[in-house]
Nanobody, 121 residues
Framework: QVQLVESGGGLVQPGGSLRLSCTASGFIFSSAVMNWYRQAPGKERELVAGIITTGRQTNYVDSVKGRFTTSRDNVKATVYLQMNSLKPEDTAVYYC??????????????WGQGTLVTVSS
């Protein structure tokens, strides 16, 4: 069964840190581009961070640059999102996303169930 299982969300005070994890199964994790999205109440889902298959290249939305870091462990089939210096505006449900496949076989997309991050004092 193809799935992504997230963990690590919770309540944290402004300025604090959290690390999200997302473990994959049912597909070749090392061949998938992994992304983190978030959706705040009343807002559209936005792409927060992405990491290529080898982990050697990452990208971030401007609002989290310098504060968030994504990494991956292809042996453990897990991607991480380290979030530091958290702000109340980071409050959202965070989703893990995988994109894998090829131009000849077609691309597939998988979503995790989401994990809630609340930044509040």
């Amino acid at each position: 069964q193809v799935q992504l299982v997230e963990s690590g969300g919770g309540l944290v005070q402004p300025g604090g840190s959290l690390r999200l994890s997302c473990t994959a199964s049912g597909f070749i994790f090392s061949s998938a581009v992994m992304n983190w999205y978030r959706q705040a109440p009343g807002k559209e889902r936005e792409l927060v961070a992405g990491i290529i298959t080898t982990g050697r290249q990452t990208n971030y939305v401007d609002s989290v640059k310098g504060r968030f870091t994504t990494s991956r462990d292809n042996v453990k089939a897990t991607v991480y999102l380290q979030m530091n210096s958290l702000k109340p505006e980071d409050t959202a449900v965070y989703y893990c996303n995988a994109v894998y496949g090829s131009t000849w076989s077609g691309y597939r997309e998988v979503w995790g169930q989401g994990t809630l991050v609340t930044v509040s004092s």
